[in-house]
């Protein structure tokens, strides 16, 4: 007896002996176990979606037959079923096919969020026709260049007038591109109705020898990003990155009574693919609002019973920046997802509105091929970089120069890995698994985002233009955005772009653009320094035009008036000093200019507006 106690308990003695010395040394074993096994079973279900070719459009049929009559979109007072949806999805691509459009031909969508968004995307895919889904932020050249650079043939506008009114500026110009504008509402006396062509379309299900030989690698949508310089680009976005995409929400697990909700816009990868197309995957309820508003996220939340919302950290500060009520803590929220969330705004919404509500903080780009997901809660990270994540993932954090903006190297021209708590850039190592995808157009403009040789001779990595900090715990959190891109109202703005438009203005001769914290926001909001070419800023004239030529989050909301501006021996404006010194009034004694939108144009920046910008009583 004694014997065989022996031979069956020494075993367990010795792996129970291993397990505590696991745990002692590698404390974090447990929650490396945890998340590897969720997300290696998610990895399983994507092995056979790849491996069969499907498509999301395949994904809404099977719902449709499985739960059709569940709730899928709820937009104001309207609810669209599985069933639905894809009567009307297969009512679209058919409208689509109508106009001539076929497999590999491209689209744009100018549309504010609506559940119909989602049934031309879906219904396109049925063709292996490409959406690209364009900012509705954007105006004159930034709006032509997107449609330019999709060469798309067909391009449907929102029923809204200021969509309208954008591109009717344009309409000479898309004229002579041949590109047929359509409105999807009423007809205009200018537009033809989209609506009205699916209508008159049959709900039967779409032949699958329609889409071609379109598969899983190949593009669904173009998502345009701002890149770190010039203007936006379209990024390829396939079946792939798409369903890895909606892992994210589905590591939440939920259940078809769970219900999502989303106020940010659909051009977005994280409303449309990680929302809408996550939604779908998991069999849930989805609620979209045409334009993100802070006095009415909880009132919409309590409305539609919502249980997990999506983010950007600024929408968070907007909420959290609400009067208190008593009615904080009454809804059924039990998740928050998405990226960009300040440790101060993250402590205040779970003080706020209850500290039981997990946060799903993620970061990922929609190029990029490198991304964390705060899968186990901590508090203020992006997730985690444990020796075991560091073996199985592609990213690694390099030691980097903000003063130079320049990596650093050692003397054989390598990079040098960043120590723990070191603030560094986050590279994503390229290979056949980790792919990054690619922007449309010149090949020059993706090979710009990769670095040749990083450690070695023939690597090839990723550089994601983000400063991040991995600590002594190995939990990884986000710190800026490097050199000529800053990050505003979830955006990012390239300051080569706005320098090249705003040195257009009306009297202005040179400029250098950059971003400047504002405290209790999120990233930095954008200034200009220019060089008048005579006389004084033409505040008016000078609103108006940027106004006219950038979309709401790219334009400066400084101007600061200087003799000549600074640069290095390579000619390129420095811009270091100016960022430090930003628009206080105390280290700056130059003229200083604050975009007012109340009164619709630049007035001088007074001690008052200062103190008031930094309180908070004067939003930017």
């Given amino acids: 007896m004694i014997f065989w106690s022996y031979v069956l308990g020494a075993p367990l003695l010795v792996a129970g002996s291993i397990w505590l010395l696991l745990k002692k040394f590698y404390p974090w074993i447990l929650e490396d176990v945890a998340y590897i096994t969720a997300f290696g079973a998610l990895l399983g279900k994507f092995k056979k979606l790849k491996s069969s070719n499907t498509s999301f459009y395949n994904i809404l049929q099977i719902q449709a037959k499985k ?88 391009l449907i506008v929102g029923n809204d007038p200021t969509l309208l009114e ?27 109705s989209f609506y009205n062509l699916v209508d008159k379309q049959t709900n039967d299900d779409i032949p699958s020898d329609w889409r071609g030989n379109w598969g899983f690698t190949d593009p669904i949508c173009y998502i345009y990003t701002s890149g770190t310089t010039g203007l936006p680009k379209a990024v390829k976005v396939s079946s792939q990155k798409c369903f890895l995409i909606t892992n994210a929400l589905a590591l939440l697990k939920p259940s078809s009574s ?5 106020s940010l816009p659909l051009y977005h990868t994280s409303a449309s693919i990680l929302g809408f197309c996550g939604t779908l995957v998991c069999g849930c309820t989805m609620v979209i609002r045409k334009k993100f508003s802070a006095s009415q996220f909880w009132p919409d939340c309590r409305k539609y019973n919502v ?53 799903m903080e993620f970061y990922a ?44 190297r050692n003397s054989k021209g390598r990079v040098i890995v960043a120590d723990a708590n070191e603030t560094g850039l986050l590279l994503g190592r390229i290979d056949e698994t980790m792919a990054i995808s690619a922007y449309s157009g010149n090949k020059s403009l993706t090979e710009k985002k990769i670095l040749h ?36 109202k979830g955006e990012n703005v390239s300051t080569n772009e706005v320098s ?32 008048l070419e005579t006389g004084e800023l033409e505040c008016k004239a000078f609103y108006d035009f940027v106004c006219d030529n950038l979309p709401s989050y790219a334009r400066p909301c400084f101007v600061r008036l200087t003799d000549s501006l600074e640069v ?9 000093n100016l960022r430090k010194e930003g628009f206080d009034l105390k280290a700056v004694e130059e003229k200083m200019f604050f975009l007012d939108n109340d009164k619709k144009q630049y007035v001088p920046l007074t001690s008052e507006i200062q103190v008031g910008i930094e309180g908070g009583t004067i939003r930017v």
């Fill in 258 to 262: 769970d219900i999502v909700y989303t």
């Fill in 500 to 531: 090249d438009i705003v040195v257009q203005g009306p009297g202005i001769k040179e400029a250098n653009v950059y971003g400047v914290e504002i405290p209790g926001s999120e990233g930095r909001a954008g200034m200009a320094t220019v060089v």
């Fill in 166 to 192: 954008a591109v009717n500026h344009i309409k000479e110009d898309l004229q002579e591109r041949k590109v047929t504008v359509y409105v999807y509402g009423e007809q205009t006396d200018d537009y033809e």
């Fill in 568 to 576: 290095t021996g390579t000619l390129k404006q420095r811009k270091v």
């Fill in 453 to 488: 040789g990083v450690f070695k001779e023939g690597d090839n990595y990723f550089n994601t233009g983000d400063l991040v900090m991995c600590d002594e715990n190995h939990h990884v959190h986000f710190r800026d955005r490097v050199g000529d891109t800053f990050r505003w």
């Fill in 67 to 154: 739960i059709g009559d569940q709730k899928f979109v709820l937009f104001e007072d309207q609810v669209w079923t599985y069933k639905y949806m894809l009567d009307w999805t297969n009512k679209c691509g058919r409208a689509l096919r109508s106009e001539g459009l076929k497999s590999g031909d491209r689209f744009g969508m100018f549309m504010l969020n609506e559940p119909a968004y989602g049934a031309i995307w879906v219904g396109s895919m049925a063709l292996g026709v490409v959406p690209a889904f364009i900012n509705t932020n954007l105006r004159a050249k930034s709006l032509l260049h997107c449609i330019d650079v999709a060469e798309m043939k067909l």
């Fill in 307 to 359: 249980t997990i919302i999506q983010y950007i950290g600024e929408t968070m500060r907007y909420v959290c920046k609400q009067p208190t009520t008593l009615d904080d803590r009454k809804h059924k929220v039990r998740a928050i997802l998405g990226n960009g969330l300040r440790p101060d705004v993250w402590r205040t919404f779970l003080d706020r509105y209850g500290e039981n509500i997990q946060v």
């Fill in 365 to 408: 780009a929609t190029e990029g091929n490198v991304a964390f997901i705060n899968y186990h809660n901590k508090f203020g990270c992006l997730g985690t970089m444990s020796p075991l994540m560091k073996k199985l993932g592609n990213g690694v954090i390099v030691k980097y120069n903000p003063d130079t903006d320049q990596i650093v």
